[in-house]
């Protein structure tokens, strides 16, 4: 039986660091981050099939979460000030991660790559989805800036308030729920925390 590197490749996520620019009080790594995701997602989804009529899958959505940065472990995490600087630039990266992304795929057995080629090139059947994906990065992002301005790094200030407004200017309601119902819990310390349940 041919083996197969992929799982060993994927396990390499623990290694590749986010916010690559930025003095951190602790690190995060594109692991810790895509559970954190998997896990707002599956809450925006829930939110959006009990609050706002919605019937998407929170399981499909926390799966595509759990994969949403995999070909970083090829390309690296790209600084969003850089990612984002222009159009060129941005489409350039969309093509290096579409390649990542095919690379990795090319490591599982043939009859396997069908049952995992939508976790790592998007469908357009799949799209309300992936919206809630890229809210709940964000969100995870919004998270980072302010557990490390509650350490006293003042370094995230700049990002969390870019970071909180490009969420609100998706304007999806559910990700405008998590803001305001679960965010500001991320602010208190563990004894305030344990005061409120």
Known sequence: MHKSHFFAMLSRMKHINRWGLMRNTY?????????????IAH?????????????????????????HDTPEILTGDLPTPV??????????????????????????PDDLQGDYRSLFLPEEEEKELWVLVKAADKISALIKCIEEQKAGNQEFRTAAVSTRQSIVDMHIPEADVFLEQFLP???LTLDELNCDA
């Open 27 to 39: 690190p995060e790594n594109i692991s810790e981050h895509s559970l954190q995701v998997a896990m």
């Open 43 to 67: 809450a925006l989804a829930v939110l959006r099939n009990r609050r706002f009529g919605g019937s998407v899958s929170p399981e499909r959505v926390a799966l595509l979460s759990l994969f």
């Open 83 to 108: 990612k984002y600087r222009n159009t060129a630039i941005r489409s350039a990266y969309q093509q290096v991660e579409l390649d990542s992304a095919q690379q990795l795929l090319q490591l599982l």
């Open 185 to 187: 819990s991320f602010s």
